[in-house]
């Protein structure tokens, strides 16, 4: 594991490696050996990265950018509200920051997911166990080329600016996320913030309420997003909104 030479606001070592199992894995070792609220881990290549739902992949190619961010919460409400949003939030406005050409283009798709246009550029996965909250991001940053069922569905930074990157830029990408996310969590008004990039909103939406494989599928006008983060939508035929806090926008 090598400890890399990049600012961090949070003034916590950053480290990586080449190849992991997950950055997620790493985290709990170094939350386990007791590294400091906002030690980062990044890696080159994940051969287990995993995404919010259970037995879904999340497949990215060496060249992009998997990073966790290990933060230590000893008490559950000093969670920050919505804290994926949040994270999120952060890591859309950094790449923005990183890539002028693609300002006010990168949207969140509630509730964990960064898109530009119609496609997924980014995720995040935010677990939490014993006081550790372990904020895991996967940015899609150099990739060119994707599988053939992931063509029509994902983008990556490079292909969205029609530029390459080399590795170093990776770090400043990274560099970037930290510095914004460490920001949105010390600033309020966030919500507000969010709903300006909220991917659909105002717009007819499917939903699909609850556990993953629900089949109780919602059609509506998407309304914004709630205090706390829950998804907030005008089911066709009514007139208050309904907020939900697990499910997922087809």
């Known amino acids: 594991?090598?400890?890399?030479?990049?600012?961090?606001?949070?003034?916590?070592?950053?480290?990586?490696?080449?190849?992991?199992?997950?950055?997620?894995?790493?985290?709990?070792?170094?939350?386990?050996?007791?590294?400091?609220?906002?030690?980062?881990?990044?890696?080159?290549?994940?051969?287990?990265?995993?995404?919010?739902?259970?037995?879904?992949?999340?497949?990215?190619?060496?060249?992009?950018?998997?990073?966790?961010?290990?933060?230590?919460?000893?008490?559950?409400?000093?969670?920050?509200?919505?804290?994926?949003?949040?994270?999120?939030?952060?890591?859309?406005?950094?790449?923005?920051?990183?890539?002028?050409?693609?300002?006010?283009?990168?949207?969140?798709?509630?509730?964990?997911?960064?898109?530009?246009?119609?496609?997924?550029?980014?995720?995040?996965?935010?677990?939490?166990?014993?006081?550790?909250?372990?904020?895991?991001?996967?940015i899609n940053f150099a990739q060119k080329l994707f599988p053939d069922h992931l063509r029509e569905k994902a983008t990556s930074i490079a292909l969205a600016a029609g530029r390459d990157f080399s590795p170093c830029d990776r770090l400043r990408l990274l560099e970037r996320v930290l510095v914004r996310l460490h920001a949105e969590l010390e600033t309020a008004g966030w919500r507000e913030r969010l709903q300006q990039r909220l991917y659909k909103n105002g717009e007819q939406v499917v939903f699909v309420e609850g556990a993953a494989g629900s089949k109780n599928s919602i059609t509506g006008c998407l309304a914004g997003i709630g205090e706390g983060g829950e998804l907030l939508i005008v089911p066709d035929g009514e007139r208050e909104e309904r907020c939900f806090i697990t499910g997922e926008l087809l």
């Open 1 to 138: 594991m090598t400890k890399l030479e990049i600012h961090n606001p949070f003034n916590a070592p950053v480290y990586h490696e080449e190849t992991v199992t997950s950055t997620m894995d790493v985290s709990r070792e170094l939350a386990a050996s007791g590294e400091p609220h906002g030690t980062v881990i990044a890696a080159d290549f994940q051969e287990k990265g995993r995404g919010r739902i259970r037995d879904r992949k999340w497949e990215m190619e060496r060249g992009n950018l998997p990073f966790t961010i290990l933060l230590h919460y000893p008490r559950i409400e000093e969670i920050p509200q919505a804290l994926t949003l949040r994270a999120g939030l952060a890591a859309a406005l950094a790449i923005e920051d990183f890539c002028p050409s693609l300002k006010n283009t990168v949207m969140i798709k509630w509730p964990n997911d960064l898109f530009i246009g119609s496609k997924k550029t980014a995720g995040i996965l935010c677990e939490a166990d014993g006081g550790n909250v372990h904020i895991g991001i996967g």
